[in-house]
């Protein structure tokens, strides 16, 4: 059974920092590649990074960059993103996914499995 859990979601004031983890089971992590997704309310779901499957290609989108960094542990099997000076744009339902494939793709039409989501929420 494949299993992604995210954790490390919650509140924080803008400028702040938060981590999130996405701990694998089930699957041939090492193989995937890995994104981050986010959805708010109203709005599409996003696509906000993605990394290769060996960590050597990362994709992150324009209103992110500088700010979030993903980054993997193949022998955790686990994805994290690192989100640094938080604005208030940045609440949203936060979800992994693991890709069919091993390299990076923004498309969520080809990721094969989700996570449950974690909160984020900022705070002006």
């Known amino acids: 059974q494949v299993q992604l859990v995210e954790s490390g979601g919650g509140l924080v004031q803008a400028g702040g920092s938060l981590g999130l983890s996405c701990v694998t089971s089930?699957?041939?992590?090492?193989?995937?590649?890995m994104g981050w997704f986010r959805q708010a309310p109203g709005k599409e779901r996003e696509c906000i990074a993605s990394i290769s499957w060996r960590g050597s290609s990362v994709y992150s989108t324009d209103s992110v960059k500088g700010r979030f960094t993903i980054s993997r542990d193949n022998a955790k099997n686990t994805v994290y993103l690192q989100m640094n000076n938080l604005k208030p744009d940045d609440t949203a339902l936060y979800y992994c996914a693991a890709s069919q494939g091993p390299f990076t793709t923004t498309d969520p039409n080809l990721y094969t499995y989700w996570g449950q989501g974690t909160q984020v929420t900022v705070s002006s």
């Open positions: 089930g699957l041939p992590f090492s193989t995937k590649a």
